[in-house]
């Protein structure tokens, strides 16, 4: 069912139009006549029918609040269908916290609800970004949405919250991967404020999984993946490398040290790889 559904005209349609350079006009032409997503998941439907236990070869995120799934993706955009429960969003304690998710996505709004879109702006984030001098958020005008509406939200520096919706709200969320920030952010409401920092790039989460495997289980020959590791473009897994590596062998991993303490383009590693530096120098001179 699987292999048919990829082999689906509509499904092929979609590789044919996020095959070109201009991702996003593909994406707002796609999203604007929305008759293939019947088409798309007509047969799955009829398989639904004919056989409940039948799976369709969706991946599927459900909590409280909203059902979503994922009805096409590549490593270039992802279009995910969602419902959203008016019920469910009345009866929630007004949020404390926003996030600026990192990633760019053009919603149609199927159906609206008659919701309000509450919008935050935050700075963009540079390669120098730190949690510890970055500035608040900041609320900006809100947005009566409207069944049909297509609406582009920029979450490397811009957060969102529904509000107000008086029945569920339907979208289509296509995301460009291709334009994702390294990280999430997550900012106070009330005082704007930065309140936490997340990942968005599973390949450096893993890696330094993997990394600390390779600590605990004192592989040969892992040093060169530590040292690899210390010049990866996520900063957060630059200086986990650099942990893990001072822990197996800390006078190999020593000169790379000196390097990040100097001239690391993160101003939070090249802080902590001093201060390290400094209890390093003087065990080893002990």
């Known amino acids: 069912a699987a292999a048919r559904f990829r082999a689906s005209e509509p499904y092929r349609a979609l590789e044919a139009a996020f095959s070109v350079p201009a991702v996003e006009d593909a994406v707002v032409a796609v999203l604007a006549d929305t008759g293939w997503v019947g088409a798309l998941i007509a047969p799955l439907v009829a398989a639904l029918s004919d056989d409940p236990w039948f799976e369709p070869p969706f991946r599927v995120a459900r909590d409280g609040l909203r059902i979503g799934t994922v009805v096409y993706e590549n490593p270039v955009v992802s279009i995910a269908a969602t419902v959203l429960s008016a019920d469910a969003l009345a009866v929630l304690p007004p949020p404390q916290t926003v996030v600026v998710p990192g990633r760019l996505t053009l919603m149609r709004y199927v159906r609206a609800g008659e919701a309000r879109l509450r919008l935050w702006d935050a700075e963009p984030m540079g390669p120098d970004f730190s949690a510890a001098t970055a500035r608040p958020c900041s609320a900006a005008p809100d947005l009566v949405l409207r069944d049909c509406a297509v609406v582009r939200l920029d979450g490397r520096t811009r957060g969102h919250l529904i509000d107000g919706a008086r029945s569920d709200v339907v979208t289509l969320n296509a995301t460009i991967r291709t334009e994702t920030a390294p990280y999430a952010r997550e900012y106070a409401i009330e005082t704007g404020a930065l309140v936490r920092v997340a990942t968005n790039d599973d390949r450096a989460a893993r890696t330094q999984m993997l ?24 900063f957060f897994l630059r200086w986990g490398a650099m942990r893990e590596w001072l822990a197996i062998d800390t006078r190999a991993a020593l000169p790379r040290l000196r390097e990040m303490a100097e001239a690391d383009p993160n101003a939070e590693v090249r802080a902590a790889a001093t201060a390290t530096l400094a209890l390093v120098e003087e065990r080893i001179a002990a």
Not at 213 to 233: C, K, M, N, S, V
């Open 211 to 234: 990394l600390a495997y390779l600590r605990l289980a004192q592989r040969p020959g892992a040093q060169e993946r530590f040292a690899a590791a210390t010049r990866d473009p996520a």
